[in-house]
């Protein structure tokens, strides 16, 4: 297992361990009878022509870098099912009528630049060329680490795939969730991509003596984002494909014996349809205005992240549920609260992504993460059943 730490999985992207995956991948492409190779943004592409030389293309992809200390299977395990599918189909000699491309895209979870999806972008043709600018945690320009590792930035507008060429993009990918755990279900298919808003929030009161300042007379600014914490719960909760998470809270700082004058926290609000979460986030900020206002402390707002949410095709959900009932399963379908790959083919090609059930609860993000080899199984079962009936009637 290629990581940068000894101890647990990390591998983000253009390390060397990084670059020792896509080596790797490269090698097992070209295995499973593809033609492979490594593009100008560091994606591992394996190519199977179809029957016609005229034909569109499938893509099949997703990404093998991870965040820290990460889960063996969130990104890889939708390319190795891809590439078990791709040489499946190189032993029986079977042509399908579109060119089939397998992409371990090299970046997708923004971390060490913090920018999401540079792989997946860059074959969408959405790379933001800015991005090359920006420096990792230890100065290092995205360009040049890029040119280090034997890449060519000023090549990635060319890796642009074309709307008119395109037949599908398809994704397997753990479903980093408890869901199909709790139906005891093997697969589900995913009917849209939630759309995910980020902010940053600081809040200013006024310090003092833990011990001289009566509770009435105080401007905490912890205490203010207690409630807001609260608030971003109670109202999330209210509708079930709604979710709002406050992942980061700190108090700069802060001491056992004095009361906060600062506190910084991160809302993260997701749903699987864009007017829902806009609706919730309208109601968060009115809660915040109206407890900044009561307990007297200033409160600045910074947007960090918009992604809108992306709807699946019926048509190809339609193929996925065939394909899983085929298998004697139920189909499942569920919105995905995680971002993917597949976000950027949106409004390029059509979309399907299929969920593999998550064990140890739905843990994902950690090496607690797990899939069995049966529900593997299944998967890669029903996506060679979809690649071969893909463009046939249900």
């Not at 179809?50 to 820290?68: E, F, L, M, Q, W």
């Not at 829902?276 to 309208?282: C, G």
Request: with cysteine.
């Amino acid at each position: 297992m290629w990581s940068e730490t000894p101890d647990g999985l990390s591998c983000t992207y253009l390390t060397t361990a990084h670059r020792r995956v896509a080596a790797e991948l490269l090698a097992w492409m070209s295995a499973a009878g593809m033609t492979a190779e490594i593009d100008a943004v560091g994606n591992v592409v394996g190519r199977r022509p179809g029957a016609r030389a005229d034909a569109k293309t499938v893509i099949v992809g997703s990404h093998y870098d991870t965040v820290p200390n990460a889960g063996k299977y969130d990104g890889r395990l939708g390319i190795l099912v891809a590439m078990a599918v791709a040489e499946q189909l190189h032993k029986s000699r079977h042509a399908l009528p579109y060119h089939l491309e397998i992409i371990a895209f090299a970046e997708e979870e923004g971390v060490r630049f913090a920018a999401p999806y540079i792989g997946s972008s860059a074959v969408a043709g959405r790379f933001d060329q800015r991005l090359l600018e920006r420096r990792d945690a230890d100065g290092f320009f995205l360009r040049d680490v890029m040119r280090e590792a034997r890449l060519d930035p000023d090549a990635i507008p060319a890796l642009a795939r074309r709307r008119e060429r395109l037949r599908a993009y398809l994704e397997v990918h753990i479903e980093q969730g408890p869901v199909l755990l709790q139906h005891d279900l093997p697969l589900g298919v995913v009917t849209s991509i939630a759309g995910n808003v980020r902010y940053l929030v600081a809040l200013t009161g006024t310090t003092g003596h833990a011990g001289t300042v009566p509770m009435t007379m105080r401007h905490d600014a912890a205490a203010a984002a207690a409630e807001i914490v609260l608030s971003v719960e109670r109202r999330c909760a209210a509708e079930p494909t709604l979710v709002g998470t406050v992942g980061k809270l700190n108090v700069p700082g802060g001491a056992i014996n004095v009361i906060p004058r600062r506190c910084d926290l991160s809302i993260d609000i997701r749903a699987d349809d864009d007017a829902t979460r806009d609706a919730a986030i309208t109601d968060i900020f009115a809660d915040i205005e109206a407890i900044a206002g009561r307990r007297g402390v200033s409160v600045e707002i910074k947007e960090s992240l918009r992604m809108p949410a992306v709807p699946c095709s019926r048509e190809i959900g339609d193929h996925l549920a065939a394909a899983i009932e085929r298998t004697g399963q139920r189909a499942l379908r569920l919105p995905s609260g995680a971002g993917h790959d597949a976000v950027m083919f949106n409004g390029l090609t059509d979309i399907g992504m299929l969920f593999v059930r998550c064990g140890n609860g739905g843990i994902s993000h950690s090496p607690l993460e797990t899939v069995t080899a049966d529900d593997v199984d299944i998967a890669a079962h029903v996506l060679l059943d979809v690649l071969l009936h893909l463009d046939s009637d249900l």
